[in-house]
């Protein structure tokens, strides 16, 4: 997609400190930028001679049939980029075939979000008051999400400068809305890194995935893995999936980028669980690597903000329509037919 304008349009719309929350990353922001320069680095060996005359970039993800194998990744507080918020990311993402994974810190309800949106997961930061992320699990089954998404990366926030320069905090008339929470204001801070140190719990272990597969009776999808090891630790504890992500570089700067950690995490994982990769996917041939190198899907975080800030659930719909045609051209001229055919041996090891 033409990302550039993309970005340059929301930057225009959107007031500086809600744009910097959305584009930022973590110290120098290297992660950040390595995220869409992985992608970029990998080569293709296109096959020819195929009947490419019908192409289907359909696929399924835990089950749920998708259009396209890109899912709209989970971000916090949407309503800062666009008044419809969450609701109209949600609205869009279903127009377009695709899946909404819906953030605990929504600035929209689960229930609200649910009413309008298709396919759904809802994702999970798990709450120093257990009680609370409990009751959030079990409105999300019974608002028929279909699974969670359980978030690893952010036991603590990574250094955010632009958040901590804006002193960053939710517009007013907005708030953490699952749980009708405030966001504190800091001056010089970022309100955000202090609402995750007043509630959220760095207590996590491979023994709570079992626990909110119980509490919900969901699958467990574990988001914010980078290494194998990790990733086998994830599944022998009974993770569903795995999404390879370090957080759209937001949180550890220098951390590996997805693209460069998926094939260590294809390798430990193989066939136990579906394995997803975010972070850079910024076009329809970024899609159709990671699919080529074991991922189920990719998922897309800033275009979908991007979008949304520009568009409204039109432009969410619009975003992911160009990405389907962008993956359905690369994937012609690679001779595949289908997701399916879309092997490791169309990229360059
Ligand atoms: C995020 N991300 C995120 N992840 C999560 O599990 N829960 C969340 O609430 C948020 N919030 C959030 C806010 C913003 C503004 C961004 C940019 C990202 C991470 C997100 O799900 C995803 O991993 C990255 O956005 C993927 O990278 P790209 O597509 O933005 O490059």
Redesign the pocket.
């Given at each position: 997609m033409d990302f550039e304008p993309l970005e340059a349009a929301a930057r225009e719309a959107l007031a500086p400190m809600a744009y910097d929350?959305?584009?930022?990353g973590s110290d120098d922001e290297e992660t950040?930028r390595d995220?869409?320069a992985a992608w970029r680095r990998i080569r293709l060996r296109p096959r020819v001679l195929r009947d490419v005359s019908v192409v289907d970039t359909s696929t399924t993800v835990l089950g749920t049939p998708v259009a396209l194998p890109v899912l709209v990744?989970?971000?916090?507080?949407q309503a800062m980029a666009h008044p419809g918020g969450e609701c109209d990311a949600a609205r869009g993402t279903a127009a377009a075939g695709s899946l909404y994974?819906s953030?605990?810190?929504?600035t929209m309800k689960l229930e609200d979000i649910a009413a309008v949106a298709g396919p759904r997961w809802m994702?999970v930061?798990v709450q120093k008051d257990r009680s609370m992320t409990e009751a959030m699990v079990q409105r999300a089954a019974d608002a028929g999400y279909s699974a969670l998404?359980l978030?690893v990366?952010?036991p603590v926030v990574g250094r955010r400068r632009r958040d901590e320069r804006n002193s960053f905090t939710l517009a007013p008339g907005l708030t953490v809305a699952n749980f009708g929470l405030e966001m504190p204001s800091v001056a010089g801070q970022s309100g955000l890194a202090a609402q995750v140190g007043r509630d959220m719990d760095p207590n996590l272990t491979p023994s709570d995935i079992a626990w909110l597969q119980e509490v919900s009776g969901l699958p467990v999808i574990v988001?914010?893995i980078l290494r194998g090891d990790d990733a086998r630790a994830a599944v022998d504890a009974g993770a569903d999936g795995v999404?390879v992500?370090?957080?759209?570089?937001?949180q550890l700067d220098t951390a590996i980028a997805?693209a460069d950690a998926l094939p260590d995490v294809v390798a430990a994982v193989g066939r136990d669980a579906e394995v997803y990769v975010?972070?850079?996917?910024?076009s329809g041939t970024d899609v159709l690597k990671a699919v080529a190198m074991g991922a189920r899907a990719v998922?897309?975080?800033?275009?979908?903000?991007w979008s949304l800030a520009t568009g409204g659930a039109a432009g969410v719909e619009t975003m992911l329509k160009e990405l389907q045609v962008e993956l359905a051209n690369s994937m012609a001229l690679c001779g595949a037919r289908s997701v399916g055919e879309l092997t490791r041996d169309l990229v360059v090891t």
């Open positions: 929350y959305f584009a930022g950040l995220n869409v990744a989970p971000v916090g507080y994974i953030s605990t810190v929504a994702q930061y998404v978030t990366d952010l988001k914010g999404v992500s370090n957080h759209g570089g937001r997805g975010d972070g850079g996917v910024r998922l897309v975080g800033r275009p979908m903000v």
